[in-house]
T-cell receptor
Framework: GAVVSQHPSRVICKSGTSVKIECRSLDFQATTMFWYRQFPKQSLMLMATSNEGSKATYEQGVEKDKFLINHASLTLSTLTVTSAHPEDSSFYIC?????????????FGPGTRLTVT | QQQVKQSPQSLIVQKGGISIINCAYENTAFDYFPWYQQFPGKGPALLIAIRPDVSEKKEGRFTISFNKSAKQFSLHIMDSQPGDSATYFCAASIGSGNTGKLIFGQGTTLQVKP
C-alpha cells in the first residue's frame, strides 16, 4: 500500500519560534496533499489543500501567514508554523493523494505532535 | 450541507459482538465514502471505502452499508475483537475531477471488552 511519512514525529519548541514539519509520499506521486490538525478527542480539521507547484488553498479561519505550506515536489510538502504559540500545540497530520491515477484514496501520515512551551 | 454527522460518539461492545457506527450526509454531490481507523497518537488508516453506485461492500470483518436515498452509510464490524478498540471516522468527498477534500464525521470511540 501507499506510504506517507512525516518528520518529525514530535517536536517541542518555545513560544515565538517557527517549526517545520515535512510530509513525504514514499512510493507514489502525490499531486495533492492535505494538512490537518487534530485536538485531543476531536475529529480531523482540514487546514489546507496543496497541489504540487501551486499555492495552497486554505480553509476558512486558517491563517495562511501563520501556517506556511510548500508543495515543491510530487513527493514532499512542508508545513511551517511561524511564531508558534501554546495554542498551536496540536497533532498535525498530512495526507496525500495521486489525483492523476484516478483513485479517490487518500493516504495519511503518522502525524506530528507539536508542543509549544 | 458539507457536514457529515456520525453516531454514536462512543460504543462499548463485547468480544465477538457486532459494532455498528452510523453516518449521515446532506450533499448529494459526495461520491466517495471512506472509513478510517485511528489508534491513539497515530494517523488515520483507511479501512474500507464505498462509492454510491453500490449498496454494500465487505472486506473481511468490515462491511459498509450504503443507503443513497436516505443519505446514510454505516460501518459494521463483525466478530469485534479487543484489537479493534480505536476511534473510527467516516468521511465523504467529491472525488471526480476534484482534489477530493475529505469531510470527516465527529468520530466514534470503540471499546471492545474481552
Amino acid at each position: 500500500g501507499a506510504v506517507v511519512s512525516q518528520h518529525p514525529s514530535r517536536v517541542i519548541c518555545k513560544s515565538g519560534t517557527s517549526v517545520k514539519i515535512e510530509c513525504r509520499s514514499l512510493d507514489f506521486q502525490a499531486t495533492t496533499m492535505f494538512w490537518y490538525r487534530q485536538f485531543p478527542k476531536q475529529s480531523l480539521m482540514l487546514m489546507a489543500t496543496s497541489n504540487e507547484g501551486s499555492k495552497a488553498t486554505y480553509e476558512q479561519g486558517v491563517e495562511k501567514d501563520k501556517f506556511l505550506i510548500n508543495h515543491a515536489s510530487l513527493t514532499l510538502s512542508t508545513l511551517t508554523v511561524t511564531s508558534a504559540h501554546p495554542e498551536d500545540s496540536s497533532f498535525y497530520i498530512c495526507s496525500a493523494r495521486d489525483v492523476s491515477s484516478g483513485s479517490h484514496e487518500q493516504y495519511f501520515g503518522p502525524g506530528t505532535r507539536l508542543t509549544v512551551t | 450541507q458539507q457536514q457529515v454527522k456520525q453516531s454514536p460518539q462512543s460504543l462499548i461492545v463485547q468480544k465477538g459482538g457486532i459494532s455498528i457506527i452510523n453516518c449521515a450526509y446532506e450533499n448529494t454531490a459526495f461520491d466517495y465514502f471512506p472509513w478510517y481507523q485511528q489508534f491513539p497518537g497515530k494517523g488515520p488508516a483507511l479501512l474500507i471505502a464505498i462509492r454510491p453506485d453500490v449498496s454494500e461492500k465487505k472486506e473481511g470483518r468490515f462491511t459498509i452499508s450504503f443507503n443513497k436515498s436516505a443519505k446514510q452509510f454505516s460501518l459494521h464490524i463483525m466478530d469485534s475483537q479487543p484489537g479493534d478498540s480505536a476511534t473510527y471516522f467516516c468521511a465523504a468527498s467529491i472525488g471526480s475531477g476534484n482534489t477530493g477534500k475529505l469531510i470527516f464525521g465527529q468520530g466514534t470511540t470503540l471499546q471492545v471488552k474481552p
